[in-house]
């Protein structure tokens, strides 16, 4: 069975471009889950879907951010325009459901680097 | 890798030897913790996980303890093998809606042979 997937898995920008990232889940899963590390940070959630819907968006950190989810399977998060400190790993992650002990399985991560 | 920059307590064990990794955290709401393991180029993997309403819970060459009263969580390897060298995360999760995990900072395991 084919993991999380996340592409690219290293995109180098300049500051006031925009990137758009995509984590394709286990085939299956209807939820999906966006976190990112920053620089010198601890690995934090952004959002939350279930199926095509935003559960939980409160970890985003402002417009400049946006995630999609049409048709429920992949998603993209883009950030337009890009910040230097928007430079980290982000990590994409599925599960098949949403309760406590419900075990999220982790993609490899994009590094962003925004100069 | 995908660390530069980030000043992780570090813990050097020998080959064999046993390790254990600490993790304090805030949310006495808090129900289920999970310890992760992240390898270089990786994203975190699921190694265990305890709810709330237990101290200890084992695994294969794995063990995690959980004091609620002082909201501390450890991780527990036995024979530590090159294989464990990683980064290692606590999260916790406090059971409302949206599963959303809250992380560690995280500690680095180097093994020596």
């Known amino acids: 069975e084919a993991g999380v997937t996340q592409f690219p898995s290293h995109s180098v920008i300049e500051k006031g471009q925009t990137v758009t990232l995509r984590c394709d889940p286990i085939s299956g899963h209807d939820n999906l889950y966006w976190y990112r590390r920053v620089m010198g940070k601890e690995i934090k959630f952004l959002l939350h879907f279930v199926k095509e819907s935003k559960q939980d968006e409160s970890g985003m950190p402002n417009n400049r951010f946006l995630a999609e989810r049409t048709g429920g399977t992949y998603s993209t998060l883009k950030v337009q325009p890009a910040e230097l400190e928007d430079s980290g790993v982000y990590f994409c992650?599925?599960?098949?459901?949403?309760?406590?002990?419900?075990?999220?399985?982790f993609g490899p991560g994009t590094r962003l680097t925004v100069t | 890798g995908e660390s530069v920059g980030l000043h992780l307590p570090t813990l050097s064990v020998q080959e064999g030897d046993n390790s254990i990794i600490n993790c304090a955290y805030s949310n006495s709401a808090s129900d289920y913790f999970i310890w992760y393991k992240q390898e270089s180029g990786k994203g975190p993997q699921f190694i265990i996980d305890?709810?709330?309403?237990?101290d200890k819970r084992q695994g294969q060459r794995v063990t995690v303890l959980l004091n609620k009263t002082v909201k501390h969580l450890s991780l527990q390897i036995a024979a530590t093998q090159p294989g464990d060298s990683a980064v290692y995360f606590c999260a916790e999760n406090s059971g409302a809606a949206g599963n959303k995990l809250t992380f560690g900072g995280g500690t680095r395991v180097l093994v020596k042979p």
């Open positions: 992650a599925s599960s098949d459901l949403s309760g406590a002990g419900d075990e999220q399985y």
């Open positions: 305890i709810r709330s309403n237990m």
